[in-house]
């Protein structure tokens, strides 16, 4: 029944080491997002895509970056991960023409050691 | 700019109280959409409510109802004969309503704890 799936669940990674995120969809939404949650904080966009457009937020780190291969994938890639990246991962879809909410996946929680 | 503003970092209840999350927002847009979501400690946000700028309708779902009001930039959500269940972060968010997609900006959350 999930609509939105995070792969991992939980991921460890070494400081400084690459690491990638996966987000599928299965809602056909155009639209796709990253938030970031560190403890105790707000989500906080860092990009989305409109179907293959990318909108980078004005604020987010050089490090991160984005692939969206077909509608229904999207990726999360960390060039070298700092401690300060440790946080939950939040990908979300929505779809354009339809002021419906947001549909979140289950997040991944990132830490960074 | 836009700002979403949850006053109460933390609340703590006992079962079967009533409670109330405030929640205060700016914005220059005319027309923008707010929501609730709620975070379980496993983490993912689940979608509470959707309400429009021109809908000030106040609703009720089951134990749950919200409260809009423009002229104050509110909306806030009461919680009636509260359960453990209902133990979570919840936020309040906005999204300018300039394009049917766009950035949802999240206040700080609220912490509920309902004690048994």
């Known amino acids: 029944d999930a609509m939105v799936i995070q792969n991992p669940r939980y991921q460890v990674t070494q400081f400084g080491k690459p690491v990638t995120l996966s987000c599928s969809q299965t809602?056909?939404?155009?639209?796709m997002y990253w938030y970031q949650q560190k403890s105790s904080q707000a989500p906080k966009l860092l990009f989305h895509?409109?179907?293959?457009?990318?909108?980078n937020e004005a604020d987010t780190p050089d490090n991160f970056q984005s692939r969206r291969p077909n509608t229904s994938f999207c990726f999360l890639d960390i060039r070298s991960p700092g401690l300060g990246d440790t946080a939950m991962y939040l990908c979300a879809t929505s779809r354009v023409g339809v002021s419906d909410g947001y549909t979140f996946g289950s997040g991944t929680r990132l830490t960074v050691v | 700019a836009q700002k979403v503003t949850q006053a109460q970092t933390e609340i703590s209840v006992v079962e079967k109280e009533d409670v109330t999350l405030d929640c205060v927002y700016e914005t220059r847009d005319t027309t923008y959409y707010l929501f609730w979501y709620k975070q379980p400690p496993s983490g993912e946000l689940v979608f509470l409510i959707r309400?429009?700028?021109?809908?000030?309708q106040n609703e009720i779902s089951g134990r749950y109802s919200w409260n809009f009001q423009k002229s104050t930039s509110s909306f806030n959500f009461t919680i009636t004969a509260s359960q453990v269940v209902d133990s979570a972060v919840y936020f309040c968010?906005?999204?300018?309503?300039?394009?049917?997609?766009?950035?949802?900006?999240f206040g700080q959350g609220t912490i509920l704890t309902v004690h048994p």
């Open positions: 809602l056909n939404h155009n639209v």
């Open positions: 895509y409109y179907d293959k457009d990318f909108n």
């Open positions: 309400r429009n700028s021109f809908d000030e």
């Open positions: 968010a906005l999204r300018n309503g300039g394009t049917s997609y766009g950035k949802l900006t």
